[in-house]
């Protein structure tokens, strides 16, 4: 069974997207209030590394969302990259007896 996703954003989009266009916040502002280098956060927004779970609770407090929900965000955008680029057609799937 497949199910389609529509793309999902990576959670650096969406911290543009959502936190950073709408009220006119810079990217050095956000890395000041999150403590980390602004080539960490500029890769983040640009897509080019993932949301690790110490990122996730500082984006929580800063940002607000859960921790939970920035890695999830993150999961579903790797998960639905993964899925354009691996093929399982020559996989099979286990049984298992009772």
């Avoid at 950073?20 to 403590?35: C, H, M, V």
Wanted: hydrophobic share 40%; aromatic share 8%.
């Amino acid at each position: 069974m497949s199910i389609e996703q529509h793309n999902p954003m990576h959670p650096g989009a969406f911290v543009k997207r959502v936190y950073l266009t709408p009220f006119n916040i810079g990217s050095n502002e956000l890395a000041r209030q999150l403590q980390v280098s602004a080539g960490n956060i500029s890769r983040l927004l640009n897509g080019k590394t993932d949301v690790s779970p110490s990122m996730a609770l500082k984006l929580s407090k800063v940002l607000g969302r859960s921790p939970e929900s920035w890695l999830l965000m993150q999961d579903n955008y790797n998960l639905y990259q993964a899925r354009k680029t691996v093929n399982l057609d020559d996989y099979t799937t286990m049984e298992f007896a009772v």
